[in-house]
């Protein structure tokens, strides 16, 4: 049973370029987040999706960032025109759809380094 | 909105030590409260958690009591091992799930043979 998936592991991107990093959540999980953990902080939410829908997006920066989760595929969290201050470790979490007080699984994440 | 603050690190320990990391916490509701842990090059794992005032969670001999009169969520570990060296993050959600969570800055903890 394998976990949730991110890839690539680490990405590096010139100013710029465009950014794409996935997720495929685990078997059986609708239900997609996206945090984003700048150095030395926590992670902040960014973006919630289930298959074919946004559900929050508050927490996503209204310029260059976009995310969608179609209904085969993994979930991709997409940056465009990338600037160093975009630099950080993208986490993706998954979950059961309709089970509550349940744990939310995290990928190992996608390490972007904007040089 | 809803804030976690934690203890800063880095903390070091020797092996056995007893190891507290402190969390404190501003919610509007009554959160569902956790840790996680994050080993090197891992994503986070749900450690413990708590869902609601005086409950203790617990796993792996780390302890986590939900206190509501102090808003803290502090964890504990009475003999820590070099194996436990990782970042730690509190973090809590008002969905009443594990879904939306608003994270700690994190410790990072580094045990000592």
């Known amino acids: 049973n394998a976990g949730v998936m991110q890839n690539p592991r680490h990405l590096v991107r010139r100013r710029g370029q465009e950014a794409r990093l996935r997720c495929s959540p685990m078997?059986?999980?609708?239900?997609v987040y996206w945090y984003r953990q700048l150095p030395e902080e926590g992670l902040k939410f960014m973006v919630y999706l289930q298959k074919e829908n946004i559900i929050d997006e508050s927490g996503m920066p209204k310029e260059r960032f976009s995310a969608e989760f179609p209904k085969e595929g993994p979930s991709i969290l997409r940056i465009q025109q990338v600037v160093r201050g975009d630099s950080a470790a993208y986490f993706c979490a998954s979950f059961q759809t309709g089970a509550q007080n349940t744990e939310a699984f995290f990928g190992q994440g996608t390490r972007l380094t904007v040089v | 909105g809803d804030s976690v603050t934690q203890m800063e690190g880095p903390v070091t320990l020797s092996e056995e030590a007893f190891l507290t990391i402190n969390c404190t916490y501003t919610a509007t509701g009554y959160p569902s409260l956790f840790w996680y842990v994050q080993y090197p090059g891992e994503g986070l794992q749900l450690l413990l958690k708590?869902?609601?005032?005086?409950d203790k969670g617990s796993n792996k001999g780390f302890e986590a009591t939900y206190r509501k009169e102090t808003t803290s969520f502090h964890l504990e570990k009475g003999s820590v091992q070099v194996s436990d060296s990782a970042v730690y993050f509190c973090a809590l959600s008002t969905s009443g799930s594990a879904r939306q969570l608003t994270f700690g800055s994190g410790t990072q903890l580094t045990v000592l043979p």
């Open positions: 078997k059986g999980h609708s239900h």
């Open positions: 708590a869902t609601k005032a005086d």
